[in-house]
């Protein structure tokens, strides 16, 4: 049974940096494509970032620059460090995963990701 579990969410104020992370079982991580999205209440999911398995990423345009994704396989880890937060990054952020996939695919697409976490909340302050 394929499992995610994020964690390192938290207050933070304006500007300030968190580190999510997200602890994965049940399946291959080395195999697997992996993504993080947010959602904040009223909203679709969004602000994604992807890696696959040769570590290739792609970010979305509106966290491109203070947001980074990285994979430890040996960990079976996820994370995303977020810095220069803002007050409209608050939202649920989720990992997921596509499960097996090729080596060049990645994706922003969250129909994708067949497997996600519950979410971890990040609150920025002004």
């Known amino acids: 049974q394929v499992q995610l579990v994020e964690s390192g969410g938290g207050s933070v104020q304006s500007g300030g940096s968190l580190r999510l992370s997200c602890s994965a079982s049940?399946?291959?991580?080395?195999?697997?494509?992996m993504g993080w999205r947010r959602q904040a209440p009223g909203k679709e999911r969004e602000g994604g970032a992807s890696?696959?398995?040769?570590?290739?990423?792609d970010y979305a345009d509106s966290v491109k620059g203070r947001f980074a994704i990285s994979r430890d396989n040996a960990k079976n880890t996820l994370y995303r460090q977020m810095d220069s937060l803002k007050p409209e990054d608050t939202a649920m952020y989720y990992c997921?995963?596509?499960?097996?996939?090729?080596?060049?695919?990645?994706?922003?697409?969250?129909?994708?990701?067949?497997?996600w976490g519950q979410g971890t909340q990040v609150t920025v302050s002004s």
């Open positions: 049940g399946y291959n991580f080395n195999s697997g494509c």
């Open positions: 890696i696959n398995r040769g570590g290739d990423i």
């Open positions: 997921a995963t596509t499960g097996p996939c090729l080596p060049w695919f990645r994706s922003l697409v969250s129909k994708d990701y067949r497997y």
